[in-house]
């Protein structure tokens, strides 16, 4: 009787199929690759950088906040759709980190596992 769940007895297995980890876990999971906490820790200086810009009164920001955009592109780039604010500015940039934080994480685990 091969392939209908049973033991070496006949009897049903006692090992149920572990479930799929949840969306939470997984994401926990690809965040702390190594690979995605170093390019969180790239993306959070240069938050931290365009931060000092904006409360800095005398400073120049031009285009400052272009840097950042692509370090955190395509994701970033919905921040062409929110309204004018320096607040979603930093909402649109911290979205597109974790978004490719968590692509990164990814790629990461998924290439040393093989």
């Given at each position: 009787m ?53 409360l800095?009164p ?7 906040p272009v840097?950042?955009?692509f370090?955190t592109?395509?994701?970033s ?8 604010s ?6 649109a940039?911290?979205f597109?980190?974790?978004?490719n ?5 990814w ?8």
């Amino acid at each position: 009787m091969t392939g209908t769940g049973t033991g070496r007895s006949g009897l049903p297995s006692s090992r149920s199929p572990s479930p799929p980890p949840s969306l939470l876990r997984r994401l926990r999971h690809y965040l702390t690759d190594f690979v995605a906490l170093g390019y969180l820790a790239v993306c959070a200086g240069l938050l931290g950088w365009l931060l000092f810009l904006f409360l800095d009164p005398d400073a120049d920001i031009g285009f400052a906040p272009v840097v950042p955009a692509f370090a955190t592109a395509p994701a970033s780039f919905v921040w062409f759709l929110l309204p004018d604010s320096t607040v979603l500015l930093f909402v649109a940039l911290a979205f597109g980190a974790l978004v490719n934080a968590t692509v990164i994480g990814w790629c990461s685990r998924t290439l040393r596992r093989r």
